[in-house]
């Protein structure tokens, strides 16, 4: 049984995820570092364990309650305890909003925010045992109102839906130690951003590092660059 910090990350195979896993890792964080695919999972923990790293992998689809289910019964049976949500795992894309068909509209809600909010049901009671619990989603500014624009219907709106969650979440969860963020994390050179986008996924991944350490930070509020942004 460890005795340091537990973080669960999902979709942390690659990409910005993967780097939260790591820099959360480097910080003493127990990582249980989860993804879709056990294969693309469990290689990246061997490349984080080689590298002198504590994490583990844990399978985890975003679209499947009867995974989050397995996942959360988990971490209750070995654990027993958890400290850190990453909600992370996300579908880009989904066109303009009077052609993107139904089914992949709802597709990219099911991930984007239905798995978000049913796992965080799920986890919160373990983190009710944690001294300083805290839920981090993965936004965009895609998704704020003030900045709205064209295109990419489904992921906007599913990240406009993730925002208001956090308000919602971090308003019901109010007068616990738990506290719950979003954040952006800029335009990030990965496989969703395109290697012509400005950022590296360290500097994509630090403001969650942040919001889940930093001890005396708000709740209910949305980020980039450690600082509060407008919805
Ligand atoms: P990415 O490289 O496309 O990685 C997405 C991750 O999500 C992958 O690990 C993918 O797994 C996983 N995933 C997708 N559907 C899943 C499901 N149903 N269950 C479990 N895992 C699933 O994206 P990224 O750029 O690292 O983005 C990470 C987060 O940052 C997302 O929330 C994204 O919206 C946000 N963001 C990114 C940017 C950017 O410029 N990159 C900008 C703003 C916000 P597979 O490998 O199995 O597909």
Known sequence: MT????????GANRGIGKEIARQLALNNVFVILTARDPVK?????????????????QS???????????LADYVQNQYGRLDILINNAA????GDSLRVPMKEFRRTFE????????????????????ESGR???????????????GGDAAYRISKTALNSLTAVMA???SGTPIKVNTMCPGWVRTDMGGSSAPRSVEKGAETAVWLALEKNIPSGKFFRDKKIIDW
């Not at 005795?3 to 999902?10: G, L, M, R, S």
């Open 3 to 10: 005795k340091k910090k537990i973080a669960v990350v999902t």
């Open 60 to 70: 985890l689809d975003m679209d499947s309650e009867e995974s989050m289910i397995r």
């Open 91 to 94: 579908l880009g894309g989904g």
């Open 171 to 173: 308003a019901d969860l």
């Open 41 to 57: 999972g469990q290689h990246s923990v061997d490349e984080l364990k080689s590298a002198g790293l504590d994490v583990e992998f």
């Open 135 to 149: 839920i981090i989603n993965i936004s965009s500014g895609m998704g704020a109102l003030n900045r709205m624009g």
């Open 111 to 130: 991930t984007n925010f239905f798995g978000p909010l049913r796992l965080s049901q799920l986890l919160v009671p373990l983190l009710r045992k944690s």
